[in-house]
């Protein structure tokens, strides 16, 4: 980054030039005007001091200037203080008090506000620098201040003497700078920087600095700045120190007899420019710098001012900013000054003809930066950060427009539709001016999927453009949108307008755009255009579109139509029932009367209807029948077997035609033809284990005579027959008019099995008939010790007749019954011939039907 203060234009300000690769700079500049260019005019800057209430500036004439931080002089605050150049002034910490010191050997102490502890000495030497103690304004403090010639010297006010001067240390070649912060002093000379503490009046070491012979020390300012008052920062020729004043422990001391303080170095390093000013910036230095080589005329180049962050040995370079001064080419090193107010980290950059500040790029400056070099996403994190509280100047929304603007003028129509959503948010005025910014490039396309479209909602003419823009340019996104966008959004009936207009002139994706006009159709209510629509792209929506708006009644004349669109669909479709689930919602006559051309698809529906609903589906049994002789012979018995709701005759005929020798023997044999069923069987089929149980079912002798007869001539059928029948039917029947001469394969083993099976069903027979004698004489027994108990009675008894309590005052004969009923013997009726009834007329009402009784 390269910034420089302009002195070609009228307002002064600070401009930016880019060298190699722009970095983010940590300080913006600007320039003081007001009555210090009209002092710069007739004179020239030598030193400056700065304080958080005003600033004083030393001139090359002696001159004094007290200003404020715009560059206004205070009234009569300007003091004739030297006869030549000032060297260099100190302020106390409280701003009450100024010191000055200059080449024509006096020291000059001022109070801004009392004339009490004013100085003027004239020491009769060269006086390079001076510091007042930080608590000079204090009463008490001693009102000490530090001079440096070719010795330093303290000057501090006692009982007995105004001043009392205290040489603290010869220096070689002179004192060079000097800055106190605390009970530290620290000064340089040719050999290197000092530390001296004030309260134990003892210097804590000397800090040594290297000579070149390119560069010498003594030719070169040293600049001290206190970071803390533990801190010193030190930047002379081109190397730059950190020291830290670390207090020993007491152990330390005591053993060793060290001083209370030791100086450790905390950083080391040289750069590649001689230094002009050095101060902190948080963890980081600011330094202020010459070049090391003058320009191609000879003349001296531009400062700049390094933010750098010190390591052990070296650094890292943060940012660089070169500065155009007024005049700089005239200027060298030690021209140029730089003092700082660290709590507000500003920087007062000084040349002997302008002045400069240097602070801290707030959020604003940096969003503004930012925005100028196109780094538009640091610049909404940085404008949103902290809830934007931060920022006074720019919002979330102008940012957002700056970055809009620019990604539309670079072809980044999608991030730009991102960008909508993340700025505008829920703000419909907003939305609805910049998306006009997307339809002037024909790209509503990109900020479709951002619009909004929950509670807060666009003019419908918003949707409308954008939809009629995927109508012309992308057909299959305009269809998704239709099916996405709610139509309330926007008018549906200029939409289809739209589209049908479309469709005249366009040949392009038409199936695309007839199936968004069906859905557009249904928006509007008119589901039989939909209906019709849906069917001519045989789509399969049409069945979801008829649940849902019921449009059952409309599709009678669609029914095969259905069909052909999805049968896998349409039947389950037809067989849904209403919500009581008490009629089908597409009666089956219907369907039935619209299917009889087609024999599978009626197949495919009646075979659903029956197993859903088999009442439904017996009337339609009978022809069933016949589709499930054409396409599912497997299911034709099973429904030959459970339903009684066909024409036999018709299915047997059905069955003789096609030969289907198991169905013709059931439906035979349900006629009663079992004979011929079982001829079918024996002939056709040939299949002996179906006739033996056939017989066994119909238990009849003369078809099991039939079914030896039909034996008698086949071996292999008699030897079948001995070995199944044992348990069916006498064995003498069919041994006895086997032929004598007849050849029988496996007649032995048949016989024998034969003989087994018979004599185990005479063994079962017998068993049985001894178990039921035993179960009967049981229970009769059980029976009779059971009447022969006493039966119990009590008042709370009725009698089953009169239904009044059983036992009464007046004494009655009492009939108790077995089965718990009891009556009064006069309220029993009386049979002719017979008399009173011994069976419970309840239990066994005809016993008394022809008898008129009270029940």
């Known amino acids: 980054m390269s910034s420089s203060v302009n002195n070609d234009q009228e307002h002064n300000q600070v401009d930016s030039d880019s060298e190699v690769e722009e970095v983010e700079p940590r300080l913006k500049y600007a320039r003081i005007k007001n009555d210090l260019m009209n002092i710069l005019q007739t004179d020239a800057a030598s030193c400056i001091a700065v304080h958080p209430k005003f600033l004083c500036l030393g001139s090359h004439w002696g001159m004094i200037h007290l200003l404020d931080h715009q560059g206004n002089s205070i009234p009569s605050k300007t003091l004739k203080a030297h006869a030549v150049a000032v060297n260099q002034i100190s302020i106390d910490q409280n701003g009450d008090f100024i010191g000055s010191c200059s080449d024509d050997g006096k020291v000059f102490i001022y109070g801004l506000y009392s004339t009490e502890n004013n100085h003027i000495m004239n020491m009769g030497r060269l006086v390079k620098s001076v510091a007042l103690d930080p608590c000079y304004w204090k009463s008490g403090s001693g009102r000490r201040f530090v001079t440096g010639d070719s010795k330093l010297i303290l000057y501090e006010k006692t009982f007995l003497s105004p001043l009392k001067p205290t040489i603290l240390g010869e220096a070689e070649g002179g004192v060079r700078s000097i800055s106190w912060a605390g009970q530290f002093v620290a000064w340089a000379s040719d050999t290197g920087v000092r530390i001296f503490d004030v309260n134990a009046e003892c210097s804590l070491g000397l800090i040594k600095w290297s000579r070149s012979s390119e560069a010498l020390p003594e030719h070169y300012r040293c600049n001290l700045k206190w970071s803390d008052n533990r801190t010193l920062l030190i930047g002379w020729v081109d190397t730059v120190r950190i020291c830290q004043i670390r207090k020993r422990s007491l152990q330390e001391t005591t053993q060793r007899n060290l001083l209370e303080y030791a100086v450790d170095p905390i950083s080391t390093f040289q750069v590649e420019f001689y230094i002009s000013g050095i101060a902190p910036l948080g963890n980081q230095l600011v330094l202020l710098g010459c070049s090391k080589e003058p320009d191609d005329n000879g003349q001296g180049q531009r400062p700049m001012l390094h933010v750098v962050e010190p390591k052990y040995q070296e650094y890292t370079a943060i940012c660089a900013t070169s500065l155009s001064l007024r005049g700089y080419k005239e200027w060298s090193c030690n021209d140029y000054h730089l003092d700082c107010l660290i709590d507000e980290n500003r920087y007062f950059i000084v040349s002997p003809k302008d002045v400069v500040v240097a602070s801290l790029y707030d959020a604003d400056d940096r969003i503004e930066w930012l925005l100028t070099h196109g780094k538009f996403e640091q610049a909404l994190e940085t404008v949103t950060a902290n809830g934007g509280k931060d920022c006074k100047k720019h919002s979330l929304i102008y940012v957002g427009r700056v970055y809009l603007d620019h990604l539309l003028a670079h072809g980044k129509y999608d991030q730009a539709g991102k960008l909508c959503l993340k700025i505008f948010g829920r703000d419909k005025t907003l939305w609805e001016v910049e ?235 349900k006629i009663g033809n079992t004979s011929e069923a079982l001829a079918l069987m024996t002939r056709e089929l040939n299949d002996m284990e179906s006739a033996i149980e056939f017989c066994r079912e119909q238990d009849d002798d003369e078809l099991w005579n039939d079914l030896v007869n039909d034996s008698l001539d086949k071996p292999e059928a008699i030897t079948f027959l001995l070995e199944r029948i044992g348990t069916c039917m006498d064995p003498r029947l069919i041994i006895q008019r086997i032929k004598p001469n007849l050849e029988i394969p496996g007649l032995k083993k048949a016989l024998i099995k034969m003989m087994c099976d018979y004599n185990l069903q005479l063994s079962v027979q017998e068993g049985c008939k001894k178990i039921l004698s035993n179960d009967y004489f049981n229970l009769l027994e059980k029976l009779v010790r059971s009447h022969q108990k006493g039966i119990c009675t009590d008042d709370e008894q009725m009698c089953c007749s009169c239904h009044r309590k059983i036992i009464i005052r007046d004494p009655k004969s009492l009939v108790l019954f077995h089965c718990r009923h009891s009556f009064h013997e006069d309220c029993l009726p009386i049979l002719p011939n017979l008399g009173i009834v011994d069976k419970c007329v309840i239990c066994n009402p005809q016993e008394g039907d022809s008898i008129d009784r009270k029940f």
């Open 435 to 669: 998306v006009f910014k997307f339809a002037r490039v024909h790209q509503l396309r990109s900020i479709s999927s951002y619009l909004p479209r929950g509670d807060v909602v666009l003019d419908p003419t918003i949707y409308e453009m954008v939809l009629y823009e995927y109508l012309k340019m992308d057909p299959k996104g305009f269809l998704q949108l239709i099916k996405e966008w709610s139509p309330s959004l926007y008018k549906v009936a200029a939409v289809i307008n739209g589209v049908r207009e479309h469709l005249l002139t366009h040949d392009h994706c038409q199936n695309d755009l007839l199936e968004a006009l069906a859905i557009l159709y249904t928006h509007d209510y008119k589901y039989d255009k939909a209906l019709a629509m849906y069917l001519k792209l045989k789509h399969k929506d049409v069945f979801q579109l008829i649940k849902k708006h019921k449009l059952y009644s409309s599709v009678y004349d669609m029914i095969e139509d259905l069909m052909d669109l999805d049968m896998e669909r349409a039947v389950p479709f037809f067989l849904e029932k209403n919500e009581q689930k008490t009629l089908f919602r597409v009666p089956s006559d219907n369907v039935v009367e619209k299917l009889k051309h087609n024999h599978w698809y009626l197949y495919m529906y009646l075979d659903a209807l029956d197993e859903k609903d088999t009442k439904e589906s017996g009337k339609y049994h009978g022809l069933l029948v016949r589709l499930y002789a054409d396409c599912s012979r497997d299911k034709l018995l099973p429904l030959l077997k459970r339903s009684d709701n066909y024409p036999i005759e018709q299915a047997l005929s059905i069955c003789r035609e096609k030969k289907f020798y198991p169905e013709m023997v059931y439906l035979l044999g």
